[in-house]
C-alpha cells in the first residue's frame, strides 16, 4: 500500500456523462497530481495541486476539472466523456513543492461505452 | 516545450544478460531524474533516481548513469530476472518550485527464462 489512496477502482460510464475520480494523498503530503495513461501509452501530467491551490497545468482537456479541498483530497471532474477518454487516471503525492518522493496511487480505470 | 525521449519501446533480453534503457530530455534546467517500474495492472513505482549533482548511482543490479552535457540518462539492470520483466518509465523535472514529473513513453522489458 502506497498511502494514496484512489476510488473508485473502476468505473463504466456511458458517452456523454460526467464522473469524479477522487484521491487521498499520502499523509502530511501537501501536493497532488493527476496523469492519465492510455492503453499502452505513458504517463501524460494532467494536473497539479500545492496545498489547495493549482499549481501547473498539463495538455488537460476542458472537459476535464480538478480541486483540491482543505483536508487535501483532490478530485477530477471527466464531463461529456468521448470514447477516448477510456484510460486509466492516477494520481500521485509529494511532500512538498518538488517531486522528490513521488508516489503513486493504483488507479483508477475509467471505461466510456 | 518538455519533453523527454525513451527507447527502445520494446526490449527483450534472457535471465542473466543486462538490460539498458536510454533517455533524453529537452528542458535544460531539469535536475532530477527517477525511473519508475509498472507492473501489469499495478500503479508504477519508483526504482531509482538521480541527481544532477552526481553522474552515476547503483543500487544492487540496477544503476542510472547521467550525461547532462549530452541531456540524456540510461538505465541499466545487470543479471536480469523473469520477476524484472515490467514497463520502465524514465522521467525529468526540475527541482526546485512546483515541478512535476514529464515521463517517457515507457519500456517493455521481457526477460525469458
Known amino acids: 500500500d502506497s498511502g494514496v489512496t484512489q476510488t473508485p477502482k473502476h468505473l463504466i460510464t456511458a458517452t456523454g456523462q460526467r464522473v469524479t475520480l477522487r484521491c487521498s494523498p499520502r499523509?502530511?503530503?501537501?501536493?497532488v497530481y493527476w496523469y492519465q495513461q492510455s492503453l499502452d501509452q505513458g504517463l501524460q501530467f494532467l494536473i497539479q495541486y500545492y496545498n489547495g491551490e493549482e499549481r501547473a497545468k498539463g495538455n488537460i482537456l476542458e472537459r476535464f476539472s480538478a480541486q483540491q479541498f482543505p483536508d487535501l483530497h483532490s478530485e477530477l471532474n471527466l464531463s461529456s466523456l468521448e470514447l477516448g477518454d477510456s484510460a486509466l487516471y492516477f494520481c500521485?503525492?509529494?511532500?512538498?513543492?518538488?517531486?522528490?518522493?513521488?508516489?503513486f496511487g493504483s488507479g483508477t480505470r475509467l471505461t466510456v461505452v | 516545450g518538455e519533453n523527454v525521449e525513451q527507447h527502445p519501446s520494446t526490449l527483450s533480453v534472457q535471465e542473466g544478460d543486462s538490460a539498458v534503457i536510454k533517455c533524453t530530455y529537452s528542458d535544460s534546467a531539469s535536475n532530477y531524474f527517477p525511473w519508475y517500474k509498472q507492473e501489469l495492472g499495478k500503479r508504477p513505482q519508483l526504482i531509482i533516481d538521480i541527481r544532477s549533482n552526481v553522474g552515476e548511482k547503483k543500487d544492487q543490479r540496477i544503476a542510472v548513469t547521467l550525461n547532462k552535457t549530452a541531456k540524456h540518462f540510461s538505465l541499466h539492470i545487470t543479471e536480469t530476472q523473469p520477476e524484472d520483466s515490467a514497463v520502465y518509465f524514465c522521467a525529468a523535472s526540475r527541482s526546485s518550485g512546483y515541478n512535476k514529473l514529464i515521463f517517457g513513453a515507457g519500456t517493455r522489458l521481457a526477460v525469458h527464462p
Open positions: 499523509s502530511g503530503d501537501l501536493s
Open positions: 500521485a503525492s509529494s511532500a512538498g513543492q518538488d517531486p522528490y518522493g513521488y508516489t
